[in-house]
């Protein structure tokens, strides 16, 4: 057997970038869906009958609860963490197909709870009390989606590793992100003229799930690809590579760079996403930019990282300064949100630091998340990401609830006053900033190789 034959397959170029390809395309599907009914609220929301004939009758609390039904089994049934242990402990074949297929069915629920009509009658939910049976068989789909979509999420991200460790790694993932942002794009962007030219929420749901469909299809193609390079990998192996024990847990969770790593995700992501969630009305009461056009400020930074996470992510894997990185990104963050605390009502301050902020949002995430393999061995790995995106969550769900009781606290006369929130926000940044000098203090200590470059000569 020739020195070319043996090689593994990801050595090839070609053959990882289109593995990324197939799996990105997955997860753009994947972000569709997940922000399908997003836009569709003025539908959902509207009296039966209402909007030519579109509306489905749901309240706000209603809607509430389905939008919020997405993690409720990944959070409270920590069906996120088994995820973990069942991706390194079967595999990325038997999980990918397992969470796309949780995806797409989950899908069909939830196109087929919108496409019925089931009356006045009612269903007690959890943390809803009883809702109407269309809403709680939704919830119920977008539950079992929830589940899927998330497990898919750290499969791709072992997927990535698993080709792309020693090559273009950081620039593999940002590129990942970058297809998963366009697809959250289409959906906000179409997902309404869809309903209303095809014929109802159901429409755009029912594309949703068709495209779920082709992801899952294109998983199953994946996994010829993923067999081969398992093959491949065996033949040039000097030894067999040991495979995941529950006794592994133990290196993962005494692992002090695994938990700087997780808990600067936690403090930076709850500067970043509940933060939009109020960014809007923040630029309307604070710095009096017309409402019709308040929303364009704050979609400058999911849009700007479609660009800016390659773009960081090719600079890591060149000239490494991933945990520097990570504290640029996190000192960003702070000067951010420390302005928008000042007493300045000036819109092109306001402008200029969500240009800022999109940088800071390029920058940790095109580190960080390349820098989990780096500490983390392979057979762990997908525990791992399960144990960030679960704490990250969790993170996800408080802040905005602590947020919001801020801003009602400081609301006069219907005006509020954001000085305490964006303090609590800055807050987060200052511990981001601390938490991401000691895991490059553990880095030279422990020699992770943060500070190197991913591409290997």
């Known amino acids: 057997?020739?020195?070319?034959?043996?090689?593994?397959?990801?050595?090839?170029?070609?053959?990882?970038?289109?593995?990324?390809?197939?799996?990105?395309?997955?997860?753009?599907?994947?972000?569709f869906f997940t922000d399908v009914m997003s836009p569709l609220e003025p539908l959902l929301t509207a009296a039966k009958g209402a909007e030519d004939g579109l509306g489905l009758g749901w309240t706000s609390s209603e809607y509430g609860w389905f939008s919020g039904a997405y993690g409720l089994?990944?959070?409270?049934?920590?069906?996120?963490?088994?995820?973990?242990?069942?991706?390194?402990?079967?595999?990325?074949?038997?999980?990918?197909?397992?969470?796309?297929?949780?995806?797409?069915g989950g899908a069909v629920i939830k196109w087929w709870s919108v496409a019925n009509d089931f009356g006045?009658?009612?269903?007690?939910?959890?943390?809803?009390?009883?809702?109407?049976?269309?809403?709680?068989?939704?919830?119920?789909?977008?539950?079992?989606?929830?589940?899927?979509?998330?497990?898919?999420?750290?499969?791709?991200?072992?997927?990535?590793?698993?080709?792309?460790?020693?090559?273009?790694?950081?620039?593999?993932?940002g590129l990942q992100v970058a297809l998963a942002r366009i697809g959250t794009a289409v959906a906000l962007a179409a997902s309404l003229p869809i309903a209303k030219a095809w014929g109802g929420v159901d429409a755009s749901v029912g594309l949703g799930a068709v495209c779920l469909c082709i992801g899952m299809i294109s998983f199953i193609v994946y996994n010829v690809m993923d067999k081969k390079e398992d093959k491949a990998a065996a033949e040039v192996a000097t030894e067999p590579e040991d495979g995941f024990k529950f006794s592994d847990l133990k290196f993962l969770f005494t692992n002090k760079g695994f938990w700087y790593i997780t808990l600067l995700c936690l403090m930076f992501y709850a500067g970043v996403f509940p933060f939009l969630k109020f960014a809007t009305k923040l630029m309307v009461g604070k710095y009096g930019v017309d409402p019709e056009l308040a929303g364009l400020i704050p979609a400058m930074l999911p849009f700007g990282t479609i660009f800016l996470t390659p773009f960081f992510g090719g600079i890591y894997d060149k000239h490494g300064k991933g945990a520097t990185l990570m504290i640029i990104g996190s000192v960003l963050l702070t000067v951010v949100h420390a302005v928008f605390a000042l007493p300045v009502s000036e819109v092109v301050i306001a402008i200029c630091m969500m240009v800022i902020l999109g940088v800071a949002f390029g920058l940790v995430p095109s580190a960080m998340w390349p820098s989990v393999p780096k500490i983390i061995p392979m057979k762990l790995l997908g525990t791992a990401y399960a144990v960030i995106f679960y704490i990250q969550n969790i993170g996800l769900s408080m802040v905005p609830m602590w947020i919001g009781s801020v801003n009602e606290k400081n609301t006069s006369n219907g005006v509020i006053d954001y000085t305490e929130s964006m303090t609590i926000f800055a807050g987060f940044g200052v511990v981001a900033i601390i938490i991401a000098i000691l895991l490059l203090i553990e880095d030279k200590k422990k020699g992770y190789g943060l500070e190197e470059a991913n591409i290997k000569k």
């Open 1 to 31: 057997m020739t020195e070319q034959i043996r090689k593994k397959l990801s050595e090839s170029a070609g053959a990882r970038w289109t593995a990324l390809i197939i799996v990105s395309v997955t997860m753009m599907f994947g972000y």
């Open 120 to 173: 006045d009658s009612t269903i007690w939910v959890p943390f809803g009390g009883d809702v109407n049976a269309q809403v709680a068989y939704a919830g119920l789909g977008f539950a079992i989606y929830g589940v899927g979509c998330e497990i898919a999420g750290i499969t791709v991200s072992k997927v990535i590793v698993k080709w792309f460790t020693g090559h273009e790694l950081a620039l593999a993932m």
């Open 73 to 104: 089994m990944n959070v409270y049934l920590l069906l996120l963490f088994f995820g973990g242990i069942i991706l390194d402990k079967f595999g990325i074949r038997f999980t990918g197909v397992l969470s796309t297929a949780l995806m797409f």
